[in-house]
Structure formats: C-alpha cells, structure tokens
C-alpha cells in the first residue's frame, strides 16, 4: 500500500472542522451557472445576426452588453454590492438588449441602453431579484422613447457576405410592411430570398436576434432539456398570441415574423419578473400573447411582444399572491 | 411485497445524489479494538437527563446500570466494563456540552460483560411489562430523533391506532446503516415489530424500504415468510427513492395514503411510526432485557479513507470510529453527525457516539454559506421541492427584510427542516434557517397574543 507515502507526502489530516448549518449537500446548479446557459443557449442566434446583418449588428451587440456591465459595475459601486459581474445576469441583460435591436442602430445609442436597462430596470430596485420589469425591456422601452426614428428605421435586409453596415440597405420588418401595407408587402420581403428561407433561416429584415427561429428555438430546447426554463410560459404566449391573431388572415406571419419566439422563451420566462405558480404562469403567458396579438393588430406599433411583457410584468407579483401551492394539509383526507 | 413498487408521497422532494456505494455491500463491522474510554452524556435523549447510580471509582461491567431514568427520561447503562471517572460536563455532539459519565475500559476477568439470557416465556407478556423493559432498556428512536420508544408507543386513551409502520427508508444521502441492519438483523426487526405492534394494539405492520435497498426487502420478505404470523400481519412496502421519503408523513402518506396534518402526531391518522434500528433494539429489550449498549453508524464520505458500517459500544469517541476507517484523509474538512440533508456539523472528533446518531459523514471541499450567499430569484425551485407546499422563498425575502410577521400566510411554522428547498436553491440561500427564525417568531408571537 501507498498510504505510508500519502501521509508523508501530505498535510495532517485536520483536527478541527468547519461548522456551516445543513444540509451540507447542493445541488449542483447556482444562479451564475444558470445565468451563462442562457447566454451560452442565445450565442447561436445573436451570431447567425451577425452574419445575416453584417458588423453593424456585432457593433450593437458589443455596446448593449459593454452598457450594461458598465451599468452594474457602477450599481455595485455605488451600493457597495459585491461583485456580480460575472454571475452573467448583467451579461443577459446586455445580450438580450442588443438583440431585440434594429441593426442599424448606432452602437452608442445601443451602449445607453444596456447602460439605462441595468441602472433604471434592475439596480434601483436593489439588483438581482429585486426588478418587477424585465430590464432588457426596460432598456428597449428606453431607446423606443429616445430614439424612435433609429428604433424604427434601423432595419436593413439581409446580407449574407458580411458587409459592413453603412452601405447596407434599409428596409422595413415584416410586421410593420403587414401593418402598413397588408400581407403581400410583408410576404414580399421575406420572400426575397426565398419563403422558408426567409421564415425559418432568418433571412429577412428584423432585430438581430429574432430571425433565426430555429436556433432560438434550438437554443430554449436545451434550456428546456436541463430544467432551466419551463414550457408551461411560452406556450401560453403562443397560444395567446393564437387567439388574437388566428382571424387576421396572416397567423402564421405573427408567429413567425417577429420576435415572438426570443420573447416567450427568453424574456417571458425571466424567473424575476414571471410568476412561480403553474397557474399563474399560464395566465401570465396568455395575457402576453393576448397583448402582443392586441398591439400588432389595432395597436400603434408592428411588434407588440416588448410593451405586452412588461404589462404582464406588473401583474405578476399578483398572480403570485391569487395562486399558491397547495398545502399538504389539504390534500387527501385521514381515513 | 406487494406490485406498487412506485409508492412515494404527494409533492416535492429531491435526489441527492446517493453516496452509499462505498458502504452499501460492506457488513456491519464491530469496532476492534473496542474503545478505551467512553463517555456516556445523560442526556442522549429527547426528555430529562439520566441521574447517575455510580460514582467515581467504581467499577461497572458492561450492560450495567449507571444512571436511572427521571421523569420523561431514559436510564443508561455501561457500554464497557471498567472504571468510572469523574462524573463532569464534557462535549455532547449537539448539546455542546453535558454531564457525562465516563468510563476507562478494565480487561479484568471479574469485570465480564453482563451475560443476558432469554426469557422463555417473553410472547405472553403484557403490554405493561413490554413498556417497562424498553424503558428500562433506555431505548430511543435510532434513526436520529432519540424520542423515548417507550413514550411513543403509549398512546392518548383517545387515539385509534390501525397500522404500526417501521421506517427502513433510509433516505439520507451515505448512511447505510439502516440498509445493513435490514440485512443482518432481519428476523430480529420483523420480531421487534411485532412486539410493539402488539403494544399499540394493531394487526397490521408496513415496512418501508426504499428501491435502492431492494436487497434489504428482499431479506426481510424470507423472513417474514420464515416467522409465526402470531396475529400479526407484516408487509414491506418497496417506496421510490427519493427525499424525504423517510419523513414521518412522507413514509406514512406513501404507505397508506394517509396526510397527517401540520403539527399532529402521526397517531392522528391511525399509524404509528418506529425505525428498523429501534425494532431490532425492542426485541433485544423485550427477549433478553438487553439494554441499549451498542448502535451502529455509518462512517463515511471523500474525508475518510476506507468507509464502512460500524458497530461500536455507546460513547465511543468518534476519533476511534474514524481511526477504525483508516483515519481521515487531508483535505477532510466538515464533519457530520447523521446524514449531509438533515445532520449536523461538528467542530471536531473529541465527541462520544451516542444514541441517535446513525453516520458520521466526513466531507471535503468548502461548506454551504460559506461564501455568503444571493439575492432570491424567485426561479420557484424551492417552492417545488417542498413536500409540504410552503413557500420558502417569500418567507426568506420577507425575513431579510426585516418583516417576519408577515411570513404566516407561506406556512414557515409546518416547516420540519427537511432541506430539499435549501438543497435546490440556485442562489445558495439558507432557507432552512429562515424557516427556523419565522418560526420561531410566528410561534412567540401566537404565544403572546391576548386570548379574546
């Protein structure tokens, strides 16, 4: 045996012991660890817009994400939080952000807004968990605000020899071709490259992340698969959505077209701003797509996902006082 | 055994990993050489201490009495023969300090172990004698909660008991000792189940064994098969692994369907519950009027060098179970007396075995909490993992802020402390303990309120 040598080799076996309250077993998943699966899950989508779009949008991604570590980096300084820069919450955000964008957005418009969604949507409200609205929202609600014409114009068609963004060639979404000129228009730009091409690669105009559906949907699949995310929230939105937008004559565009999928699977199902109980998540889904489908129809803007989650945003806090878990007091009866 | 081999209770629960196979094969093995001290608290129990019957200088033999039990309590006896010392406050494993009877071990021929012999006539007792003798055995529940035995099988006049239901789930994640016992002792258990069955009155005995112990339900069905019935009927109910299935009102509910109310008595519903450990220790008691001398423990985890299943004399110092497992390797670094969910950390390995303690888990690595910890999420893990449906995490967010109060609609004050929340928390918060401090609040709080 080798343990005369183990010892030599070794420190003392200790004599005292940590005293740390139980259990003294985890779970191996942590916030952080969570935190970089997303952003590991939505890397796929974000860089098949880089592809699609050209540098501008990497040059959008990098300010929105630089904006909203900067963000945090401040918050923490200034709270004297500890360092939370890379448990990947402020990174998401950052991400997140940047791919609801147009494109052609400038990149220090997108900087301001990771830098407004961290300090407005998250830090006054005393950080990680305390947020009642979806900060990447909040950012985008920001820049909708402040930068409308860049907001509403900045989409550009894609172009998959990634050329830079100045010379690229603006364009309108599908959503808003459909709201403004009917189905034909809309279906016209997606099918410059082809329909399905258009629908299911992501070549078509629209925010950075939204066009792949696929690997967004790739992406929530193997969140789904490790237990991060629940299924129960963004079918709620797609259904809702459904509902709404069945009779329209264009269901198909809706759920396809716009940023549908990276909303219901990414941001609808943010643990902080979404309700616990199944219950209530289903209510919550539906409201969002109800909502999402109400705006793009009569409402004023093409996309209604970003304002439809921040409404539902608010009313979870409710939701999650009318539904509760069952006590097992109440369930089943002494025999 | 019946086909439902799927039974478990209602909600929640974990799986930790499992960590028994270091000692899941190994049989129980007596501690050689036997200890050359013990140190035997009085207290070892849930109830009042133990009074002393010797006093320095004397010189006892093993399965002697020491100290008479008092009021609520249970006696001790003299796990070794030898000599007493100075009878002083020692180091006690979750009491922090006690008065403690130690004795020095005396290899003299007139100091043999108290030989026990079989009482021949012992299926006729009466329930009264039966009692007396597990009293006098200064038996407790072995599987960690050390509740007299004796005390829990006296039921309130009112209370209408059907079904005596032993515990073999051993769900905790390393300890084996349970398992092992199933396996050597069999017969013993399936006897001793009997006997209390007998004493409550019912016809009806469950035993419940998790699936990962199938070997074990296997054992105890031979010797189910292989016993006189004697009006007792005794069935092993194979539960799904997975914690807490060993709970008092998870074991019961999956066993017979049957939800206990927050805060009752499982005699509420109809069913008693004792361990497999406490059965094996009841016919001891009852057969031989053996008292309670010896228990066995699981000494395990990465900190140890060669785990196993030891059965070692009552007051054993812990040093000497791990120096029988090769002693501790370097990186050891947190102790735990019972299981890693619900056992507790001890500062060092200056501190007797005793009654209620079913493994020593030595563990590597940096400790929970030990790094602080992360704001609430509210990812709902926690809320899912409850067997009992409280809500963890506002109870912990209204804590940290400073509004205990207003935690009573989460349910804090059903909490039994089982840690499956606190086990799954993403953000590594101690919700256990903020359990505990509403609780306790809630608790002070009702107490003080005017009565209308």
Same mark, same amino acid.
């Given at each position: 045996?080798?343990?005369?040598?183990v010892?030599?080799d070794?420190?003392?076996?200790?004599t005292t012991?940590?005293v740390t309250?139980?259990?003294?077993?985890?779970? *191996?998943?942590?916030?952080a660890r969570?935190m970089?699966?997303?952003?590991?899950t939505?890397a796929?989508a974000?860089l098949?817009?880089v592809?699609?779009f050209g540098? %501008?949008?990497?040059?959008v991604l990098a300010?929105?994400i630089?904006g909203?570590l900067a963000?945090e980096a401040?918050?923490n300084r200034?709270m004297?939080?500890?360092?939370?820069?890379?448990d990947g919450?402020a990174?998401?955000?950052g991400?997140?952000?940047?791919?609801?964008?147009?494109p052609?957005?400038?990149w220090w418009?997108?900087l301001?807004?990771?830098?407004?969604?961290i300090l407005?949507?998250k830090?006054?409200?005393?950080?990680?968990?305390f947020n009642? $609205?979806?900060p990447a929202l909040?950012g985008?609600a920001?820049?909708?605000? =402040?930068?409308?014409?860049?907001?509403?114009?900045g989409w550009?068609?894609p172009?998959?020899?990634?050329?830079?963004g100045l010379?690229?060639?603006?364009?309108?979404?599908?959503?808003?071709?459909?709201?403004e000129?009917?189905?034909?228009?809309?279906?016209?730009?997606?099918s410059?490259s082809?329909?399905?091409q258009?629908?299911?690669l %992501?070549l078509?105009p629209?925010s950075?992340?939204?066009?792949?559906?696929?690997?967004v949907?790739l992406?929530?699949a193997v969140?789904?698969?490790r237990?991060?995310?629940?299924?129960?929230?963004?079918l709620? !939105?797609?259904?809702?959505t459904?509902?709404v937008?069945?009779?329209?004559?264009?269901?198909?565009?809706h759920v396809?077209?716009?940023?549908?999928?990276? %909303?219901? $699977?990414y941001m609808?199902?943010?643990?902080?701003?979404?309700?616990?109980?199944?219950?209530g998540?289903?209510?919550y889904?539906?409201l969002i797509?109800?909502?999402?489908?109400t705006?793009r129809v009569w409402?004023g803007?093409?996309e209604?996902?970003c304002y439809?989650?921040?409404?539902?945003n608010a009313?979870s806090?409710?939701?999650?006082?009318?539904?509760?878990?069952r006590?097992?007091?109440?369930m089943?009866?002494? =025999? | 055994?019946?086909?439902h081999?799927?039974?478990? $209770?209602g909600?929640?629960g974990?799986?930790?990993?499992?960590?028994?196979?270091?000692?899941?094969?190994?049989?129980i093995?007596?501690?050689?050489p036997?200890?050359?001290?013990?140190?035997l608290p009085?207290?070892q129990?849930l109830g009042?201490?133990?009074?002393?019957?010797?006093?320095?200088?004397d010189?006892?033999r093993r399965?002697q009495?020491?100290?008479e039990?008092?009021?609520?309590?249970?006696?001790?006896?003299?796990s070794?023969?030898?000599?007493?010392?100075?009878?002083?406050k020692r180091p006690?494993?979750?009491l922090v300090?006690?008065?403690?009877i130690?004795?020095t071990?005396v290899?003299d021929p007139?100091?043999m172990?108290l030989?026990f012999?079989?009482?021949?006539?012992?299926?006729?007792?009466g329930t009264?004698?039966?009692?007396?003798r597990?009293r006098?055995a200064?038996?407790?529940g072995?599987?960690?909660?050390?509740?007299?035995t004796?005390?829990?099988l006296q039921?309130?006049?009112?209370?209408?008991v059907?079904?005596?239901v032993?515990?073999g789930?051993?769900?905790?994640?390393y300890?084996?000792?349970?398992h092992?016992?199933?396996?050597?002792?069999s017969?013993?258990i399936?006897e001793?189940a009997?006997?209390m069955?007998r004493i409550?009155?019912?016809?009806? !005995?469950?035993i419940g064994?998790?699936e990962d112990?199938?070997?074990?339900?296997e054992?105890?069905?031979?010797?189910?098969e292989?016993?006189?019935?004697?009006?007792i009927?005794v069935?092993?109910?194979?539960?799904?692994?997975?914690?807490?299935q060993?709970?008092?009102k998870?074991?019961?509910q999956?066993?017979?369907g049957?939800?206990?109310?927050?805060?009752?008595?499982?005699?509420?519903?109809?069913?008693v519950?004792?361990?497999?450990?406490?059965?094996a220790?009841?016919?001891?008691?009852?057969?031989y009027?053996r008292?309670l001398?010896?228990? !066995?423990?699981?000494?395990t985890?990465p900190g140890?060098r060669?785990p196993r299943?030891?059965?070692?004399?009552?007051?054993t110092?812990?040093?000497?179970?791990?120096d029988?497992c090769?002693?501790l390797?370097?990186?050891?670094?947190r102790l735990?007396a019972?299981?890693?969910?619900?056992?507790r950390?001890l500062?060092?390995?200056d501190?007797?075995l !005793?009654? %209620?303690m079913?493994?020593l888990?030595?563990?590597t690595?940096e400790?929970p909490?030990?790094n602080?910890?992360d704001p609430c999420?509210?990812?709902g893990?926690?809320?899912e993992?409850?067997?009992?449906?409280?809500q963890?995490?506002?109870?912990?967010?209204?804590?940290?802020a400073?509004k205990?109060? *207003?935690?009573e609609?989460?349910?804090?004050?059903?909490?039994?402390e089982c840690?499956s929340?606190t086990f799954v928390c993403?953000s590594?918060r101690?919700?256990?303990?903020?359990?505990?401090?509403?609780?306790t609040?809630?608790?002070r709080?009702a107490?003080?309120?005017p009565?209308?």
């Amino acid at each position: 045996m080798s343990d005369g040598l183990v010892q030599i080799d070794n420190p003392e076996p200790p004599t005292t012991f940590v005293v740390t309250p139980g259990p003294h077993v985890r779970a *191996s998943e942590s916030t952080a660890r969570i935190m970089w699966w997303v952003n590991g899950t939505l890397a796929p989508a974000a860089l098949w817009g880089v592809a699609v779009f050209g540098l %501008g949008a990497a040059l959008v991604l990098a300010g929105s994400i630089a904006g909203a570590l900067a963000g945090e980096a401040i918050a923490n300084r200034l709270m004297n939080h500890r360092g939370t820069l890379r448990d990947g919450s402020a990174f998401c955000t950052g991400l997140l952000l940047a791919m609801t964008l147009p494109p052609l957005l400038p990149w220090w418009a997108a900087l301001l807004g990771g830098l407004f969604a961290i300090l407005v949507g998250k830090s006054i409200f005393g950080g990680l968990g305390f947020n009642l $609205f979806n900060p990447a929202l909040i950012g985008r609600a920001f820049l909708m605000a =402040s930068f409308p014409v860049a907001m509403t114009t900045g989409w550009v068609a894609p172009s998959p020899w990634l050329r830079a963004g100045l010379d690229a060639v603006t364009t309108a979404t599908p959503l808003a071709l459909l709201k403004e000129h009917g189905f034909a228009a809309a279906m016209k730009v997606i099918s410059g490259s082809g329909w399905w091409q258009g629908m299911v690669l %992501g070549l078509r105009p629209g925010s950075i992340g939204e066009v792949s559906v696929v690997l967004v949907l790739l992406g929530a699949a193997v969140l789904v698969a490790r237990g991060i995310v629940s299924l129960t929230i963004p079918l709620s !939105v797609f259904a809702g959505t459904a509902l709404v937008t069945a009779f329209t004559g264009a269901p198909l565009l809706h759920v396809l077209g716009g940023g549908l999928w990276l %909303g219901a $699977f990414y941001m609808a199902t943010d643990y902080v701003t979404s309700p616990t109980q199944r219950n209530g998540q289903i209510l919550y889904g539906l409201l969002i797509g109800l909502l999402t489908g109400t705006i793009r129809v009569w409402g004023g803007y093409p996309e209604g996902i970003c304002y439809a989650i921040l409404l539902a945003n608010a009313l979870s806090p409710a939701l999650d006082q009318w539904f509760r878990p069952r006590r097992v007091a109440s369930m089943g009866t002494p =025999s | 055994m019946s086909g439902h081999a799927r039974k478990t $209770f209602g909600r929640g629960g974990v799986h930790p990993e499992p960590h028994k196979e270091a000692t899941a094969h190994r049989p129980i093995e007596d501690l050689d050489p036997p200890p050359a001290e013990v140190r035997l608290p009085l207290l070892q129990h849930l109830g009042s201490p133990a009074v002393p019957v010797v006093k320095k200088g004397d010189l006892v033999r093993r399965g002697q009495l020491i100290a008479e039990a008092e009021g609520t309590g249970v006696p001790l006896h003299a796990s070794i023969s030898g000599k007493v010392k100075p009878i002083d406050k020692r180091p006690h494993p979750t009491l922090v300090s006690a008065e403690t009877i130690t004795i020095t071990r005396v290899d003299d021929p007139d100091l043999m172990p108290l030989e026990f012999e079989e009482d021949l006539q012992w299926r006729g007792l009466g329930t009264t004698e039966m009692l007396l003798r597990i009293r006098d055995a200064g038996i407790v529940g072995m599987g960690g909660a050390a509740f007299p035995t004796h005390r829990k099988l006296q039921l309130p006049p009112q209370a209408r008991v059907d079904t005596l239901v032993v515990n073999g789930a051993e769900c905790e994640p390393y300890l084996t000792s349970d398992h092992r016992l199933m396996i050597g002792r069999s017969a013993d258990i399936i006897e001793g189940a009997r006997i209390m069955a007998r004493i409550i009155g019912v016809t009806e !005995v469950a035993i419940g064994v998790e699936e990962d112990k199938a070997d074990a339900a296997e054992y105890l069905i031979a010797a189910i098969e292989e016993s006189e019935p004697h009006g007792i009927r005794v069935r092993v109910d194979l539960v799904r692994t997975r914690y807490p299935q060993g709970a008092e009102k998870q074991l019961v509910q999956a066993l017979t369907g049957r939800a206990i109310p927050p805060r009752r008595l499982p005699h509420h519903v109809g069913v008693v519950v004792q361990n497999v450990a406490t059965a094996a220790a009841v016919l001891d008691a009852v057969r031989y009027r053996r008292p309670l001398l010896d228990r !066995v423990v699981t000494v395990t985890g990465p900190g140890v060098r060669h785990p196993r299943n030891v059965r070692a004399p009552l007051g054993t110092p812990l040093t000497d179970l791990v120096d029988f497992c090769g002693g501790l390797l370097p990186d050891a670094r947190r102790l735990i007396a019972g299981g890693p969910m619900m056992g507790r950390a001890l500062p060092r390995l200056d501190l007797p075995l !005793v009654k %209620g303690m079913n493994g020593l888990v030595v563990l590597t690595g940096e400790g929970p909490f030990e790094n602080g910890y992360d704001p609430c999420v509210q990812c709902g893990r926690c809320i899912e993992a409850c067997p009992l449906g409280l809500q963890p995490d506002q109870v912990s967010i209204r804590v940290e802020a400073g509004k205990t109060l *207003s935690t009573e609609p989460y349910g804090a004050i059903d909490c039994y402390e089982c840690g499956s929340c606190t086990f799954v928390c993403p953000s590594g918060r101690p919700l256990v303990q903020f359990m505990q401090v509403a609780k306790t609040t809630l608790r002070r709080a009702a107490e003080t309120r005017p009565k209308p």
